[in-house]
């Protein structure tokens, strides 16, 4: 598949869908390289990422830290990695968060690379340049935008994946066609079995388009002040979701997504039937599409949440499916919507 070119103020980062991880050497030299990946991924892959010098850290969001960053302080102290020495995150999008931070953070800055073996970490987590670790409960709080040089996207790595997790990555697809492409949310909605199938030309289509449509979005906006908003479609009461609720990310946002599509037809930018068409499209990856009981936990995450602005939150909605608008929405306002929301649940 072609590679994409992802250029910020002079620097570029070179994103290669469907490139072996064998190829990984292209970008940088086996002996001078470290890669960071966990348990899971050393026990899966470990024949391949052998010619490479390994830091291991504990799986989960729960060691997304301070502290796991620190052991991997330490370990590229005791190695004595220098200034040449390239980072190459290899793992789902905890990983990739965790190695950036590191990364950005070590010598002042060394070079890194991801290879991205989830499918939300290859169309989401991996591109962009946000990386960062939770902090007192807060999800990336402490983080930097920093670019990687590369990321590699082995297409073969997915098919180790278990279908929760395969859920949670095209949750994050479905996202990037609703924001800006209703020709693949149109895709999505008439191949969804050769898509969970992982037939080739549907992951490259998949990948491919979600790239595109990230590192567009990315190119114009790296640091989310405006436009970049349109990827937390679904987010908002999707992160809230996920920490009052402890569901996974993709079903969290689906969630999040569902309802977001309702307060856009309650603001009459959205059709009823494109509504239905959302959650059908979500339903049928088993992806969840209503909020549970736990209203007053949600909110007070909501609340919470680190992009607030005094009261107010930049809220993403849908213009139509394909067309992603941001309005600002008071926290009130926002309470009010999700209680009527229920309402007609
Ligand atoms: N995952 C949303 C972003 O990268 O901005």
Redesign the pocket.
């Known amino acids: 598949m072609k590679s994409i070119d992802l250029s910020i103020a002079g620097k570029t980062c070179i994103i290669l869908p469907g490139t072996s991880f064998d190829s990984l050497n292209k970008f940088c030299a086996p002996d001078n390289t470290v890669i960071i990946c966990d348990k899971n991924i050393r026990i899966l892959h470990g024949d391949k990422l052998s010619p490479y010098r390994i830091i291991e850290v504990e799986p989960g969001e729960g060691h997304k830290t301070l502290e796991t960053v620190n052991t991997i302080y330490e370990q590229l102290l005791t190695i004595e990695t220098d200034r040449s020495t390239t980072i190459v995150g290899v793992g789902g999008g905890i990983i990739c968060d965790i190695t950036g931070f590191a990364a950005t953070t070590y010598l002042r800055g060394l070079a890194c690379g991801f290879a991205p073996t989830t499918l939300l970490a290859q169309v989401?987590?991996s591109v962009?340049g946000?990386n960062g670790v939770n902090y007192h409960g807060y999800k990336n709080l402490i983080g930097t935008f920093n670019q990687p040089g590369f990321v590699l996207c082995d297409f073969s790595f997915l098919r180790t994946l278990p279908y929760d997790e395969l859920r949670n990555g095209i949750a994050e697809v479905i996202k990037s066609a609703l924001i800006s492409d209703s020709t693949l949310f149109e895709y999505i909605e008439k191949n969804c079995k050769v898509i969970i199938s992982l037939n080739n030309d549907a992951v490259e289509r998949i990948v491919g388009d979600s790239l595109k449509i990230?590192t567009d979005i990315?190119s114009r906006d790296e640091k989310?002040s405006g436009e970049?908003r349109k990827?937390?479609f679904g987010h908002t009461i999707g992160h809230a979701i996920e920490k009052a609720i402890g569901l996974r990310h993709g079903e969290a946002i689906s969630i999040g997504m569902v309802l977001a599509a309702k307060l856009s037809e309650m603001r009459g930018t959205l059709a009823r039937e494109d509504v239905l068409r959302i959650e059908s499209l979500l339903t049928s990856f088993n992806l969840p599409t209503e909020i549970g009981s736990d209203r007053d936990a949600i909110m007070d995450a909501i609340r919470k949440d680190k992009k607030r602005e005094g009261t107010d939150i930049h809220f993403v909605l849908l213009n139509g499916i394909g067309n992603a608008i941001i309005e600002t929405i008071g926290i009130t306002e926002l309470e009010e919507a999700i209680f009527d929301l229920r309402q007609h649940l």
């Open positions: 989401d987590a962009g946000k990230k990315v989310e970049r990827l937390n």
